[in-house]
């Protein structure tokens, strides 16, 4: 069955301190990885999307990387406004149903 | 403008009663899609569809029902509504099986 699974839980961090975001899976056939931010009482909104190891993609003060296990949001000097959940999401060999979603890492950033 | 858009965004009912969520998307994409994501904040597939094929997460009670008149739409009917029916319910649109789905701003059911 595929996997995905995030850590932390929970990360707060202070203005300034950069940090990394993981998500971990277990898939057959990976397709893509995908990072979404996601506000209170919003949908999620994309940010990035990754398909195979070794790849990186950057947006402002957020950087994706991808290995064959794992992914990395690595944020760097983060300010108030990045506070939010993320989560990723894999896009596995299958169709229709293969796209699984992590349960999210819950980002704080206080000034 | 708003390229995926649901409605309502709040719905508050009594169990038992039968209700739908609107949800539209403007950007042209093949496929759209139901998630419910629970109060631990999972976000779980309920349905894909395009205008060929209706892809059913066996998991999904069959009081759930996708009703699409046209592509860029997608309704949600829930008959029988249960309380663990209540959620939050995201609709979203892609281009493909493969590309980032967009979501709307999702539905908040409350069933009592």
């Known amino acids: 069955e595929d996997q995905v699974t995030q850590s932390p839980e929970a990360l707060r961090l202070q203005e300034g301190e950069s940090s990394s975001l993981n998500c971990s899976y277990t898939?057959?056939?990976?397709?893509?990885l995908f990072w979404y931010r996601q506000d209170p009482g919003k949908g999620p909104e994309f940010l990035f999307t990754?398909?195979?190891a070794g790849e990186e993609k950057e947006k402002e003060r957020l950087k994706a990387t991808l290995t064959k296990k794992e992914s990395f949001l690595h944020i760097t000097a983060p300010k108030p406004e990045d506070s939010a959940t993320y989560l990723c999401?894999?896009?596995?060999?299958?169709?229709?149903?293969?796209?699984?979603f992590g349960p999210g890492t819950r980002l704080s950033v206080l000034p | 403008d708003t390229a995926v858009s649901q409605t309502p965004k709040y719905l508050v009912t009594q169990m038992g009663n039968d209700k739908s969520i609107k949800c539209e998307q403007n950007?042209?994409?093949?496929?759209m899609y139901w998630y419910k994501q629970d109060s631990k904040k999972f976000l779980k597939i309920m349905f894909s569809?395009?205008?060929?094929?209706?892809?059913i997460n066996e998991t999904v009670p069959n009081r759930f029902s996708p009703k699409s008149p046209d592509k860029a739409h997608l309704n949600l009917h829930i008959n029988s509504l249960e309380l663990g029916d209540s959620a939050v319910y995201f609709c979203?649109?892609?281009?493909?099986?493969?590309?980032?789905?967009?979501f709307g701003s999702g539905t908040r059911l409350t069933v009592v």
């Open positions: 979203a649109s892609s281009q493909d099986q493969d590309s980032q789905r967009g």
């Open positions: 898939v057959s056939g990976l397709r893509g």
């Open positions: 990754l398909y195979s």
């Open positions: 999401a894999v896009q596995a060999g299958g169709y229709g149903q293969n796209f699984v």
């Open positions: 950007l042209g994409h093949d496929t």
């Open positions: 569809y395009n205008n060929k094929e209706l892809i």
